[in-house]
């Protein structure tokens, strides 16, 4: 009796095969999260993202942090919440603390006293409308650290392309995990009807020996 070569491969465990789509299922799912938390969101709302350097909000906001902030209108902000203004007006440095109460310039428009959870004191200066860059709209732990490493380059154009690479990835393995059955399903149909046939033949082979004793 001789074997089929095809019947002497390993085929890969159908359980093992499962992980594997299911790996490449929830990479695909986490690729598609981060790009709509990290660039669809803050694009579709206006919104602009910084990454936390200090430790003036901890602890609910460490270093490293990564920072959604959304524009709003300055007359609707209040105590407790956190908001991105500029240091000085016109200067591109900002800082992210909180509005612990409300003051008035001497013109008597409205000003905002904030400080850092972290810090004992409240900040020197009052901030002013024109130095606020929004209101904290939501904050992703971690990520910032990536955004730090990036430095003063083009963040979301990187952050961007990062995760198409990796939607693409995640797409790219499970479609291949797809094809993958398919082609060994394919491959094993003429193993398995040769089989079949061979068995048959035995079957019948036996079934003449009988007759003829």
């Excluded at 850092?116 to 002013?128: F, K, R, T, W, Y």
């Excluded at 929004?134 to 910032?144: D, I, N, Q, S, T």
């Amino acid at each position: 009796m001789t074997t089929h070569p095809d019947q002497t491969r390993r085929r890969v465990p159908r359980w093992l095969q499962w992980i594997g789509q299911g790996l490449s299922f929830l990479v695909l799912c986490v690729s598609a999260l981060a790009a709509i938390i990290l660039i669809i969101i803050p694009l579709v709302t206006g919104s602009q993202t910084y990454s936390v350097l200090t430790s003036s909000m901890a602890p609910s906001y460490p270093a490293g942090t990564f920072l959604v902030v959304k524009p709003t209108d300055f007359d609707t902000l209040q105590t407790g919440d956190v908001i991105t203004f500029q240091l000085e007006s016109g200067r591109p440095d900002v800082v992210t603390h909180r509005v612990i109460s409300f003051s008035a310039g001497q013109n008597g428009e409205r000003q905002l006293i904030t400080q850092g959870d972290n810090n004992d004191l409240a900040d020197e200066n009052p901030v002013m409308e024109i130095q606020v860059r929004g209101k904290l709209f939501y904050a992703v732990p971690y990520v910032g650290f990536l955004a730090n490493a990036l430095g003063q380059t083009d963040r979301s154009g990187i952050i961007t392309v990062l995760a198409v690479v990796l939607i693409g990835w995640g797409l790219f393995t499970m479609v291949r995990g797809i094809l993958k059955d398919r082609r060994e399903a394919r491959d094993c149909r003429p193993i398995e009807q040769a089989s079949a046939q061979l068995d048959a033949a035995r079957d019948a082979q036996h079934a003449r020996d009988k007759v003829l004793t």
